[in-house]
């Protein structure tokens, strides 16, 4: 079988990206982006996971239907999210009820 | 080298037909743990929206320090998982065995830094159900925290303890010559696989750990 | 309350028709659909009847017209039923602001309802004909969920959390009130009624006037009565496993308390657990039993003991007392 | 092709050992494995209905107490929902069906297939156990906080059986993916694929994305109920509604994938029996797709009065309408398709016939629900109920058993008796409808479900649905019967006694053990039914 080798390159490549990718969101966790805390947190993580999904996965190097595979995953995840989060998002938007006494 | 057990399954017409349909296999699972640890993360979400400061609050009885090291443990991991399917592409049966067994150690090692962080949760009385205490008012929202804490690294470390497993499983084949160059599939499966669950962690470190630090 | 053939419920509110007149616009444009749709399969069935064995009909690919009208037909069908169905729902749920409240606090396996004046209702709502109300609704337990079919109105009562619900009766009468959403055994025995009244008898009924029961009957029938009326019945049924201890044949014999000392069942021991229950807690029970304080006027209290006092259990009555 | 002769060696015939069986990588014997297993459930499940119909006849509740009754819905929808419809079509005829169908001698992952109809069989294990050792009373649904903290059932042990079971449907959808995307002969493309395969393609991509979901939501109810920590206790500040979003995530796409391998099913047998390429063919298989992913937005619809909020009930019931779109496209295309065909009165066909008019029913009956304004008089009530069985039982049940009677002789080599499958196909029609045609007209009188006693007023209705049940049990009863003896009375049967056009009529009637004996390779589309007279109607 030929399939694609990826060079050992890419890969000592990657793993340097990955480990500055954690000190940085060590380091962003101490200091303060007010609102966007945890947003620069998730973009992070999504770029580290991107990362590796794209190169020690070999995605990049895979047929089209191997990335709409992986896509399809994040994609119903995010339906998931959105959709549920959407009820609670929305609930004062015209009450049902008074709001919860907490 | 190779054995004389025929890799190809009856079924299949070539060898190329059957990687790729194990490739499209594994990744058909994959997105099956997507949407399993993404029920978990919608409850986290939902209730961190919900209960912000005290989920800050249960972050910082996290330490931090254990969770960074055990983040960059994984990403060594990924990387030695990586080296080990790129020595199997090229058949060096010996490197590939190397490059396995670090990445079982390194698995271990994550796993023992998980059991550390464990008992002291269990000292400090931070294990929700009866025993859960907690100073700082109201107990039911902690416990909310801690209650998905220990649902997601758990459910991750049992990945964790599952690709230990198949580490150990893809040595011995390694050992008995069972992959060449032109049939090396259960390493790579395995591999995809190892860097999965390697990715749930790179989510879970900032969200459990590291938030409201400033 | 209805005939056994009614195709709808009575229409008691002021959403009523508007929810009925939704279903009839629906139902009829399924029957068309559905009729028209079976009339064709059964015509195409018989008049293309495979007549010989090796028959080959003419083949047809499809017609691009055709799925368009199909599809979009039906769509602009159901965006009408949408903007109707969404108009209705907002009606139903977002009560008008002059609603007078009440409080609903639903629970294993009753209907606790209190009016803002203080006076509560178990399995009863009743309600003056004409006037819009709003029920503020949570659950101490699990989820319930309040429904009268005859207000075509129902919503969820959720432990944690506060719902709500209006309507405006528009006809005198008793209607039924359902537990909606399974909540355990007696589930189905979470019913009540809701009583309309004209305005007179309400305010008669406020003051306490109307009758309780069929006027005239003995203390201890009228108890009875009061028994299954108040709900005694759904916990006290004497059965193995009910809610509360067996009612029957403990007059006048000592019981346990939680605590451990023994109390002898008298007169004022049941008042007091009717009022307060929770004062005087009976061993292997649960303080589950809700207060009747302010639903019992002095008279039916009485009228209760009277039938407490009257059960004879089977194996109690060749005991000594 | 010839008939082949009894000393030919068939898949049933290569080895008659049990090991043989138990052991099976073979596709075609899973799915008998699956047939048997289903059959099972579906007899337990509808003993239950039958017994709970037999309580409602009268309107206090007499013949078993309250508690007895819970049980006996819980576990016939359970049991009905987990172990019976959602394996039957794509388990059982997918199984056998789905490789001969695209030219393939197995599934991609034989294995993985067995191993998925063991995890079915423990899964369904553990639910039994339930049942025999005091059952489960939460309804079908598991709303918490009734089955995490109040009920004294054995919750546990349930969720921990619904959640392995969940693992075999992943397993089955993982491996019918991978099938249809990698193992199909030369020359099928996807074009030519029959509509059975898409619609066994829109399924197990359902599986796949959806029932991860319902498998994390069972098991930390699971944990919530062992060890007591809170997840969804409203107690601690969790969200009771939370749970029913995560489970209807699940179970709303479910019902697709209950109803989409049987339109699959009927779409084929509309072809055969009107021996006409189905009508607007790549609208149909597009209309699979659409149903499955359309069918991931509309969840909601189920909790309109949940207190979840108003505009996401909007925005769901926006979709839900949406979702039935492409079913009407499939149920105009199949009429359209008997227009100037040749239609056989052949029993799958009135199966067809059933399936179309209850289809209808049940899909209307659910766009009612899905508008808001009459949902909140409706939810709960027995119009739901009887919505779902017309889908359900008059939909997909009538679908299964078109497509068993369909693949039967290819199946087992037999025929079966044509005249008793006549008369049960209209038994179950006949039964059907006067079991759930009263229920509509209670649920909209306003009958909650999950009652087990009732105002007086409703008995008569009530009444006529149990008789509607008996007439339907023995509607089902006699297939099981007249199918058994075919096994050993039946005429053996021919390659291809319905002249259907897909490649499993090529080969012989059982099929060899690895079905084709020469490589095939596919050169027309699915369907293609006489040459020549392509005309526009
Ligand atoms: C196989 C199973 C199956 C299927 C396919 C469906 C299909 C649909 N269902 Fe159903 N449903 C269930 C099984 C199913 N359902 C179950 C089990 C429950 C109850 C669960 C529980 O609580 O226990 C339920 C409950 C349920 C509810 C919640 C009710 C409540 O609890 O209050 C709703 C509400 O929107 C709904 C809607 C729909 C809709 C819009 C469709 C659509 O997909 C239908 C589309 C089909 C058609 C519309 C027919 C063909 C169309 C035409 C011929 C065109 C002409 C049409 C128009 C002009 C409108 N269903
Ligand atoms: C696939 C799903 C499926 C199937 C096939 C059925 C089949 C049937 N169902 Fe059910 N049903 C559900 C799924 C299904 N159901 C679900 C999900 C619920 C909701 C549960 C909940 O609320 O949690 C439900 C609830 C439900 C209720 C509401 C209970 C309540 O809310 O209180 C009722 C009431 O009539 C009912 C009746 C029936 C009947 C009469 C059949 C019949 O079709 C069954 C016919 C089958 C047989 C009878 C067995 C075979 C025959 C024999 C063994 C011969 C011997 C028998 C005789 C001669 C009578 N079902
Ligand atoms: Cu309360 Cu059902
Ligand atoms: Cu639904």
Redesign the pocket.
């Known amino acids: 079988m030929n399939h694609h080798i990826v060079p050992l390159k890419i890969y000592f490549a990657i793993f340097a990206a990955l480990m500055a990718g954690t000190a940085l969101t060590v380091w962003a966790a101490f200091q303060d982006f007010g609102e966007f805390n945890t947003l620069v947190a998730v973009v992070i993580a999504v770029v580290k996971a991107a990362l590796v999904v794209l190169f020690f996965m070999h995605v990049k190097y895979s047929d089209k239907l191997i990335w709409v595979f992986a896509s399809a995953g994040f994609i119903w995840l995010i339906i998931l999210f959105a959709f549920t989060l959407m009820d609670p998002m929305t609930r004062d938007w015209l009450p049902v009820g008074a709001p919860l006494p907490m | 080298m190779a054995e004389s057990r025929n890799p190809l399954a009856h079924h299949f017409d070539s060898l190329e037909q059957q990687y790729a349909a194990a490739k499209l296999g594994m990744w058909s699972f994959l997105i099956t743990e997507v949407m399993m640890f993404g029920g978990l993360f919608l409850g986290y979400i939902l209730y961190r929206c919900r209960f912000p400061e005290v989920f800050a609050q249960g972050s910082h009885h996290l330490d931090i320090k254990l969770g960074a090291f055990n983040t960059a443990v994984l990403i060594v991991s990924s990387l030695t998982m990586a080296l080990a399917v790129h020595a199997a592409q090229e058949g060096r049966k010996q490197a590939t065995l190397t490059y396995l067994f670090f990445t079982l150690m390194l698995g271990l090692t994550f796993l023992g830094v998980k059991v550390i962080e464990y008992s002291d949760k269990y000292q400090h009385h931070l294990i929700p159900g009866a025993r859960f205490l907690w100073s700082e008012g109201d107990a039911g929202p902690p416990q909310l925290f801690y209650s998905y804490y220990f649902c997601m690294t758990g459910l991750h470390a049992i990945h964790m303890v599952v690709g230990a497993g198949l580490l150990l499983w893809l040595m011995a084949l390694t050992a008995r010559n069972r992959f060449s160059p032109a049939y090396y599939t259960p390493i790579e499966m395995v591999g995809l696989y190892w860097h999965f669950v390697d990715i749930v962690w790179i989510f879970l470190f900032p969200l459990l750990y590291l938030i409201g630090r400033h | 309350m209805s005939s056994p053939f009614a195709l709808f419920p009575e229409r008691a509110s002021t959403m009523a028709w508007s929810v009925d007149a939704l279903f009839l616009f629906i139902l009829w444009i399924s029957i068309f659909f559905t009729v028209g749709i079976s009339a064709a399969v059964v015509y195409f069935a018989i008049k293309y009847r495979r007549k010989h064995d090796d028959e080959v009909p003419v083949q047809i690919e499809g017609h691009l017209g055709l799925e368009i009208l199909w599809s979009v037909i039906p769509l602009i069908l159901m965006m009408v039923m949408f903007f109707w169905g969404t108009k209705v729902f907002l009606q139903l749920v977002v009560s008008p602001a002059d609603a007078t409240p009440i409080y609903v606090v639903g629970k294993q396996w009753m209907w606790k309802i209190q009016h803002p004046d203080g006076r509560r209702e178990i399995n009863e709502l009743h309600v003056p004909v004409g006037e819009k109300f709003r029920l503020i609704m949570t659950s101490e337990d699990v989820l319930h969920s309040f429904f009268v079919p005859a207000f075509r109105t129902k919503m969820d009562v959720v432990p944690g959390r506060y719902s709500s619900l209006w309507f405006e009766a528009t006809r005198e009468g008793v209607y039924h009130l359902f537990c909606a959403e399974?909540c355990g055994t007696s589930h189905s025995g979470m019913t009540g009624r809701v009583v309309v009244m004209s305005p007179a008898d309400y305010a008669k009924w406020l003051s306490g006037q109307a009758p309780a029961g069929p006027a005239g009957g003995a203390m201890a029938d009228v108890g009875a009565q009061l028994f299954t009326a108040k709900a005694c019945n759904t916990c006290h049924d004497g059965r193995p496993g009910a809610l509360g201890p067996p009612l029957a044949g403990t007059f006048g014999h000592s019981v346990t308390l939680a605590d451990g000392s023994e109390v002898v069942v008298d007169e004022g021991y049941i008042r007091e657990s009717i009022l307060n229950p929770q004062a005087k807690l009976v061993r292997g029970f649960q303080p589950v039993m809700p207060t009747y304080k302010g639903q019992l006027s002095e008279e039916e209290i009485l009228q209760l003991i009277t039938h407490i006092k009257s059960l004879k259990s089977v194996e109690a009555s060749g005991e000594k007392p | 092709m010839k008939e082949e002769s009894a000393a030919t060696v068939n898949y049933l015939n290569c080895d008659y050992s049990i090991r043989s069986w138990l052991l099976t990588v073979d596709h075609k014997r899973i799915g008998i494995m699956y047939l048997l297993a289903v059959t099972v459930f579906?007899?337990i499940?509808?003993?239950m209905?039958?017994l709970?119909?037999f309580e409602?006849s009268t309107a206090a509740g007499d013949l078993v107490t309250a508690e007895t009754?819970n049980k006996l819905?819980?576990l016939?929808?359970?049991v009905?929902?987990f172990f019976?419809?959602i394996p039957s079509v794509p388990a059982v005829l997918g199984n056998f069906v789905l490789p001969l169908a695209i030219g393939a001698k197995d599934v991609a992952f034989p294995k993985l297939n067995l191993l998925s109809w063991y995890v079915f069989m423990i899964g369904g294990g553990i639910t039994l156990f339930v049942a025999l050792t005091g059952g489960l009373d939460t309804?079908?649904?598991f709303y918490t906080p009734y089955s995490s903290t109040y009920a004294t059932t054995d919750v546990l042990s349930a969720a921990i059986g619904v959640f392995i079971t969940g693992f075999s449907s992943i397993l089955t959808g993982l491996n019918f993916l991978v099938t249809i995307h990698k193992m199909r002969a030369p020359g099928m493309t996807w074009m030519r694929m029959p509509l059975f395969v898409w619609a066994l393609y829109a399924t197990s991509l359902i599986m796949v994305l959806a029932t991860p979901v319902l498998a994390i939501t069972v098991a930390l109810l699971a944990v919530e109920r062992a060890t007591g920590i809170g997840i969804f206790d409203p107690a601690l500040g969790g969200d009771p509604v939370l749970f029913q979003h995560m489970f209807w995530f699940y179970s709303h796409p479910a019902v697709y994938i209950?109803i989409l391998p049987s339109m699959g099913v009927i779409s084929e047998l509309v072809a055969t029996f009107c021996r006409r390429r189905i009508f607007g063919y790549s609208f149909v298989a597009a209309s699979s797709i659409a149903i499955a992913v359309i069918g991931f937005f509309v969840w909601g619809h189920h909790l309109f009065l949940s207190t979840q909020s108003v505009y996401a009930g909007m925005v769901f019931s926006f979709l839900s309408f949406l979702v039935a779109v492409p079913s009407a496209v499939k149920t105009f295309n199949w009429t359209a398709t008997m227009y100037k065909s040749s239609v056989s009165w052949q029993s799958p066909m009135l199966y067809v016939m059933g399936f179309m008019g209850l289809f209808l029913v049940g899909g209307l009956t659910g766009v009612v629900l899905a508008t808001l304004g009459l949902d909140v008089h409706m939810h709960d009530t027995?119009f739901v109920?009887a919505h779902?069985?017309y889908i359900?039982?008059g939909g997909?049940?009538m679908g299964y058993l078109g497509g068993l009677h369909y693949w039967w002789p290819k199946i087992t080599g037999r025929m079966y008796s044509e005249a008793w499958a006549k008369v049960s196909a209209l038994l179950v029609f006949v039964g059907?409808n006067l079991?759930?045609m009263p229920?509509f007209i209670l649920g909209y009188l306003g009958m909650p479900?999950?009652?087990?006693a009732y105002p007086p007023e409703w008995q008569t209705l009530n009444v006529l649905?149990?008789a509607?049940?008996?007439v339907?049990?023995?509607g089902?009863?006699i297939p099981?019967i007249y199918l058994l003896w075919s096994l050993r009375h039946g005429k053996p049967a021919p390659a291809n006694p319905w002249g259907g056009k897909g490649l499993e009529w090529t080969i012989a009637s059982p099929p060899t053990p690895h079905n084709f004996e020469k490589p095939v390779i596919v050169t027309e589309g699915a369907y293609a039914y006489g040459e020549g007279g392509h005309g526009h109607g």
């Open positions: 399974y | 579906f007899l499940g509808g003993i209905a039958t709970f119909r409602l009754y819905f819980t016939h929808g359970v009905m929902v019976f419809l309804g079908w649904t209950m027995y109920v779902f069985h359900m039982v997909v049940l059907f079991t759930f229920q479900r999950r009652y087990y649905s149990s509607g049940a008996s339907l049990g023995v089902y009863l099981v």
